[in-house]
């Protein structure tokens, strides 16, 4: 692997830097404290090429690579988490499912109004009883001749309510067989299929996570992805993507933790002396610069890797384990280190304190990635 970072992925995370201080930056506590989901800047990031970044230009997308994307969220997220969050959510699991397996018709119709965020998408695999244990979904769909009628409700979905366009996967075989799910592409307005319940959450305030309800919605075959039986296979697929992103937004927090941590131990003075002068704050830091870089090397071997067309199952659960397990801790030891003050909102570490966890749970909990791993390891 070559670990030099190109030109092209050096501007892209400059222009990802820029935007976050100057659109992001000012407004992050004013929208976590109303959990306000600032839909016109997500908008703002789609013209400038970040809600598109793996789609193909020949569909409006940015055509870049994982390293490109990986810097975006990374650099977002070192502002924000939340934003970060729903640029993964919206690139990797509703684009991505598209992109990946969706018909040339679905693609051709999708992915330009994805990739410029005129459209904002969501994906729906997790219920209220099935969050690791995805494939024993109860939303169903049936087939009705040309058209499937869609019963049920997705939870915990990031855009579950304002999202334009939505991938849901549904039963349509017996609950535990392997081959008992399909996905498909289902618009809002489609009768029948409206948002729910949106929930109040300790980090992540700004990006919407809510119900989505199906309750007689009829849409026709043309929206199924792919065949019938095999979406649980495609999420999976979506998800060793999905993960590195996960990853990289993780990171994006831990080093956004770090930064403002290593600032304030040198202007903090306790004893007549910089806080960074004592060997347990500076043991903290020490520990936080290795866990980070080692978290980036793993993210980037992913990217790398995925970049080429390998399979990143291992690599990518490996990354997400890792990134978000050293995103808490570093965060954790930022409030630490920041003392009394960290534990107000009048610096950002609480902030990244609290978005942090949501890395070790979504698309996968820490441990369901080391059920994952160890399956890897033990083939
Ligand atoms: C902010 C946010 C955004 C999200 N966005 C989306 C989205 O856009 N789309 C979507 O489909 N989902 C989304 N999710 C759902 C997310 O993927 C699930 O919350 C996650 O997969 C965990 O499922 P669960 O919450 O049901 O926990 P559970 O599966 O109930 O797990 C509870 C605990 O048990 C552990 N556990 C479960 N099974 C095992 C096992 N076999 N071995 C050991 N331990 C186990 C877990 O690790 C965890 O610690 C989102 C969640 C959040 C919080």
């Avoid at 979406?231 to 993507?241: A, E, I, M, P, T």
């Amino acid at each position: 692997m070559n670990f030099e970072i190109s030109e092209t992925t050096m501007q892209v995370a400059q222009v990802a830097r820029d935007f976050a201080q100057q659109q992001i930056k000012p407004f992050v506590m004013e929208w976590d404290e109303s959990q306000e989901f600032p839909a016109a800047t997500i908008k703002a990031m789609g013209a400038l090429g970040m809600m598109g970044v793996l789609v193909p230009e020949q569909y409006g997308g940015s055509g870049l690579s994982y390293f490109e994307y990986k810097a975006i969220i990374e650099e977002i997220s070192k502002v924000d988490g939340s934003i970060g969050l729903s640029l993964a959510a919206h690139n990797s699991l509703c684009t991505g499912h598209i992109m990946m397996f969706g018909s040339e018709e679905q693609k051709s119709k999708y992915l330009p109004r994805l990739a410029s965020a005129e459209w904002i998408g969501a994906w729906g695999l997790t219920e209220a009883n099935t969050g690791s244990d995805a494939g024993n979904m109860k939303c169903t769909a049936v087939r009705k001749g040309d058209q499937w009628i869609i019963e049920g409700t997705k939870n915990w979905i990031t855009h579950g309510r304002t999202g334009d366009v939505a991938v849901v996967i549904c039963r349509t075989g017996e609950p535990r067989s392997k081959s008992n799910a399909t996905a498909f592409i289902v618009e809002k307005g489609t009768p029948g299929f409206s948002g729910g319940k949106k929930e109040n959450k300790l980090g992540m305030r700004a990006s919407e996570t809510a119900e989505m309800v199906f309750e007689n919605c009829v849409v026709s075959d043309t929206c199924r992805i792919g065949e019938v039986g095999d979406g649980f296979r495609q999420s999976l697929k979506v998800l060793d993507g999905g993960r590195i992103s996960i990853a990289s937004l993780a990171l994006g927090i831990a080093r956004g933790a770090y930064e403002a941590a290593l600032k304030y131990s040198q202007e903090r003075h306790q004893f007549d002396q910089p806080i960074s002068s004592f060997q347990a704050i500076s043991f903290k830091l020490a520990d936080m610069a290795t866990e980070i870089e080692a978290a980036d090397l793993l993210i980037l071997q992913a990217c790398d890797l995925k970049n080429r067309g390998e399979s990143v199952t291992k690599i990518s659960a490996m990354a997400k384990y890792y990134a978000s397990e050293v995103s808490v801790r570093v965060a954790t030891d930022a409030v630490q280190i920041f003392g009394g003050y960290g534990y107000t909102k009048d610096f950002p570490v609480e902030k990244f304190y609290r978005d942090s966890k949501l890395c070790t749970i979504g698309e996968g909990t820490s441990e369901i990635q080391k059920i994952v791993i160890a399956r890897e390891v033990l083939k």
